[in-house]
């Protein structure tokens, strides 16, 4: 992957009492000219909303810095959290990894 591609990998169970440090995770990437993340989430068993409510301040935070967004390998859980909440339609969500490669970053 490209220098401007940086991959989060979230494992476990993510909410209220980890969710600012994955905020903070995502925005600082802000400062090292990172122009795309993604979020892998194949490993994490749960999230709550305060989970969902931190990625989407760090989507809107680096949406105006430029930067985009991406998210691949939900479980079934953090899916039906997203189509509940309407997130699915914000975010864009991959499959996998792979999948992500071959459609972003084969066109940029």
């Known amino acids: 992957m490209n220098q401007q591609v940086q991959v989060i990998k979230l494992s476990g169970i993510i909410n209220t009492a980890?969710?600012?440090?994955?905020?903070?995770?995502?925005?600082?990437?802000?400062?090292?000219?990172?122009?795309?993340?993604l979020v892998d989430c194949q490993?994490?068993?749960?999230m709550d909303s305060s989970a969902l409510g931190a990625l989407v301040l760090a989507f809107k935070t680096l949406r105006a810095a430029?930067?985009?967004?991406?998210?691949?390998?939900?479980n079934e859980q953090v899916r039906i959290?997203?189509?509940?909440?309407?997130?699915?339609?914000?975010?864009?969500?991959?499959?996998?990894?792979?999948?992500?490669?071959?459609?972003?970053?084969?066109?940029?």
């Not at 430029?66 to 939900?74: H, R």
């Not at 975010?91 to 940029?108: G, M, P, R, T, V």
């Open 18 to 37: 980890n969710s600012q440090e994955l905020r903070e995770e995502i925005t600082h990437l802000l400062n090292s000219g990172t122009k795309i993340v």
């Open 43 to 46: 490993d994490v068993i749960f």
């Open 66 to 74: 430029g930067t985009k967004l991406f998210l691949c390998s939900i």
């Open 81 to 108: 959290l997203f189509e509940l909440t309407g997130m699915d339609k914000v975010f864009e969500i991959f499959n996998n990894q792979d999948e992500f490669n071959e459609i972003i970053l084969a066109n940029s």
